[in-house]
């Protein structure tokens, strides 16, 4: 029986440094697919996403992406497992999530094009910007102001959090922080929506949604799944090491986000919402 996969994957590579070579043990950030399933009260069950991701916090995946999607709100989460069913091969029981919700199964058209995303890229297109507008508000002004100093640290911060990157090299990560920079929660994934899901995942389980007092960092750029799922967790503000698309600035600035791009030692672009931001 297959073991539980772990974020990391031990492998034998062949080093070349000029011209020796030496074979030596390398470690890979593990991508593995996740089938994530709802099941609701009367037995009915469906699969929603099939997503390749890096091991670790599944269950804060699920309710995440669900939560970001528009799918479940965190209350009608019953409970979330491993799926155990006998017709499931013993090599995919920790690679399928099973989320037993309290109502029924939602009956949505758009649910379909769920099925299959990437570690790269989630699935995005017109309908799923109609429905982002249906179900999401702008988000209000509120307190939250951050200080370019501020700022500048969530890179670093961030980075010293990443605990697999440091050993593979080769993971997004995302983080929340306090307005005065202070870590909360990091997670780390290959996909860079992943790792947002897992945040929220991760705050929608504990009862701490929406993050209203929070600023989202991100390792690489800002992309419409990074916005979109911000803007369902009530995010006032969103930092990315790279540089964002089009339609996330544009979502930015529709919704009333701060987002800023190309955060980098003592320097930053502010594409949108710079009310947040205390500068002189």
Request: hydrophobic share 40%; proline share 7%.
């Amino acid at each position: 029986m297959k073991t539980r996969p772990g974020p990391i994957t031990r492998t034998k590579i062949k080093e070349l440094n000029g011209s020796v070579a030496r074979e030596r043990r390398d470690d890979l950030a593990t991508e593995e697919p996740l089938e994530i399933r709802l099941t609701a009260p009367d037995g009915e069950r469906r699969t929603v996403a099939i997503t390749m991701r890096t091991p670790g916090h599944d269950f804060e995946l699920a309710a995440g992406f669900l939560h970001g999607e528009g799918l479940v709100r965190p209350g009608d989460i019953a409970a979330i497992a491993y799926c155990t069913d006998e017709d499931l091969p013993p090599e995919a029981r920790y690679n399928t999530v099973t989320v037993h919700i309290r109502g029924p199964i939602p009956d949505l058209p758009a649910l379909d094009r769920h099925f299959l995303t990437s570690s790269a890229c989630g699935v995005c297109g017109s309908a799923g910007l109609d429905a982002l507008h249906d179900r999401c508000s702008p988000i209000p002004d509120g307190t939250l102001r951050v200080s370019p100093e501020v700022l500048y640290e969530l890179p670093e911060a961030l980075r010293a959090a990443q605990g697999v990157f440091g050993k593979t090299g080769g993971l997004h990560a995302a983080g929340l922080f306090s307005a005065g920079g202070a870590p909360v929660a990091v997670r780390e994934d290959v996909g860079r929506h992943n790792a947002v899901d897992k945040l929220v995942g991760w705050a929608a389980l504990t009862e701490r949604l929406p993050l209203a007092e929070h600023v989202l960092m991100v390792s690489g750029r800002a992309s419409y799944e990074i916005m979109q799922k911000a803007l369902a967790a009530g995010l006032p503000v969103v930092c990315a090491v790279s540089a964002p698309s089009s339609l996330a600035v544009e979502l930015a600035k529709e919704f009333g986000v701060t987002l800023v791009g190309f955060l980098r030692g003592e320097r930053c672009n502010v594409y949108a919402g710079e009310h947040r931001l205390i500068t002189e």
